[in-house]
């Protein structure tokens, strides 16, 4: 049965199309990065998503989250390479991440994008990447997971995958529930300690390809993490889709090697808290790196009233830096 939706619906659909499209457009980028007043305003609103441009930063607020009891993942911010040498310098980048996770005791996952590390130069280079990676995070015992892109990637980003994984077992991977390839890849990829990330699907696809956000969606995702768990993987769900969390909550973890709830940093830090207080396992995705223009597109277009929060972070700044609001109230 086909979906309705009314009026503001659809201005928030179209407002998140016009914004994912603004993002991809490299002049409207150019001209934010050579107008010093507007990136420093922007910079303001992107400061409640990304811990900072630098690697420091992140750590610092994964080590305070950490802390807290949450887990975490830290990205280092890019995609779209086509430099080989810029290739190189983000899995240095990366490494750097790896060993200071594992040198300071925090732990965690890393992901990135393969686009970052090589795939639009060659796929022996991405390859060659992840299995440099995956030798340091397997070294450290930290987690390496591959984050999914367009759909015209996917095939190449599970093959390098999978000849990653075949060698490094703590490589995980992202599938994407819109796309209506992803309950085969899962079949066929799904077995015993898969580390598995679960998401919507932030791209904009056909609908010959994928599905719109729905009801329909929310099942196939539901599909999914049932199959995940029937086959003994280790999942993350990543959603900050209330209504859905409910219903996976509901759902038998039983046959999962473990579940784990997976939040945006910055956005809905009272879910994550809430969450944490009930006894489920809560990570926060933590980014960071100068690529931060195309990460805030992202992030107010997936849900349009964060411009307004958006607005008030460039007028304003903000009150305290967003890491406080994950710490957990005390009963009394």
């Not at 093959?159 to 599938?175: E, F, K, N």
């Not at 904009?204 to 099942?219: C, Y």
């Not at 489920?280 to 107010?300: A, D, F, N, S």
Request: proline share 3%; hydrophobic share 40%.
């Amino acid at each position: 049965m086909k979906n309705t939706i009314n009026h503001e619906q659809q201005l928030a659909v179209d407002a998140a199309a016009a914004l994912k499209a603004i993002a991809r457009r490299p002049d409207i980028k150019m001209q934010v990065e050579h107008q010093p007043q507007l990136y420093a305003l922007l910079q303001r609103a992107a400061a409640r998503y990304v811990t900072g441009e630098q690697r420091a930063q992140a750590l610092e607020v994964a080590e305070l989250l950490h802390g807290e009891g949450y887990a975490v993942s830290l990205e280092y911010i890019g995609e779209n390479t086509v430099s080989r040498a810029d290739c190189q310098q983000a899995t240095a980048e990366l490494m750097g991440v790896l060993t200071d996770l594992g040198e300071q005791g925090i732990g965690g996952r890393v992901s990135f994008d393969l686009s970052h590390i090589g795939l639009l130069v060659d796929n022996e280079l991405a390859l060659q990447h992840v299995l440099q990676l995956g030798e340091l995070s397997q070294m450290y015992g930290i987690e390496l997971f591959i984050s999914m892109e367009e759909s015209a990637k996917t095939a190449a980003i599970l093959d390098i995958y999978r000849q990653a994984v075949a060698m490094y077992p703590l490589i995980g991977i992202t599938l994407q529930a819109h796309l209506h390839r992803t309950w085969e890849d899962a079949s066929r990829l799904l077995a015993q300690d898969t580390r598995v990330r679960f998401v919507k699907g932030a791209y904009e696809e056909p609908d010959t390809l994928a599905l719109s956000r729905s009801t329909e969606l929310d099942d196939r995702y539901v599909q999914l993490f049932e199959l995940a768990v029937e086959r003994g993987c280790r999942i993350s769900l990543a959603t900050h889709d209330e209504s859905l969390i409910d219903r996976l909550l509901l759902c038998s973890w039983g046959g999962a090697a473990s579940v784990e709830l997976e939040l945006l940093y910055g956005i809905r830090p009272e879910l994550g808290v809430r969450l944490r207080e009930q006894g489920y396992p809560v990570r926060v995705y933590l980014t960071y790196g100068q690529e931060w223009y195309l990460y805030l597109c992202h992030r107010i277009a997936e849900y349009p009233p964060n411009l307004y929060q958006a607005l008030i972070d460039v007028v304003g700044g903000q009150e305290q830096a967003p890491v406080m609001q994950y710490r957990l109230m005390k009963q009394h």
